[in-house]
């Protein structure tokens, strides 16, 4: 069992920098791929950005690559979204997610936390 809570969250200008933490429990944290969607008004969860357990490997959605950085600290058992060069359309509730395996889309994720909203300004 693996709880997650995001936050980090919040309002700031386009251009501008935010860093959204996820902290999990559980014992087993480290052995979980871990993932960052986010969901829109409207529209369907997406995929932003996925590190594996070991932190060695990661993957980003073409809308944030080279924008956005994921990476995780085991032995805080923290999963980290740094966001630069933030943009409107950014806008949107961030999700951390964890995994047993590398996926990349939301419904075969096991565990989620509550989400934390984000709001780029033009």
């Known amino acids: 069992q693996v709880q997650l809570v995001e936050s980090g969250g919040g309002l700031v200008q386009a251009g501008g920098s935010l860093r959204l933490s996820c902290a999990a429990s559980?014992?087993?944290?480290?052995?979980?791929?871990m993932g960052w969607f986010r969901q829109a008004p409207g529209k369907e969860r997406e995929f932003v950005a996925i590190?594996?357990?070991?932190?060695?490997?990661?993957y980003y959605a073409d809308s944030v690559k080279g924008r956005f950085t994921i990476s995780r600290d085991n032995a805080k058992n923290t999963v980290y979204l740094q966001m630069n060069s933030l943009k409107p359309e950014d806008t949107a509730v961030y999700y951390c997610?964890?995994?047993?395996?590398?996926?990349?889309?939301?419904?075969?994720?096991?565990?989620w936390g509550q989400g934390t909203q984000v709001t780029v300004s033009s």
């Open positions: 590190v594996r357990w070991s932190g060695g490997n990661t």
């Open positions: 997610a964890a995994s047993r395996l590398w996926r990349l889309s939301y419904y075969e994720y096991d565990y």
């Open positions: 559980g014992r087993t944290f480290s052995s979980y791929t």
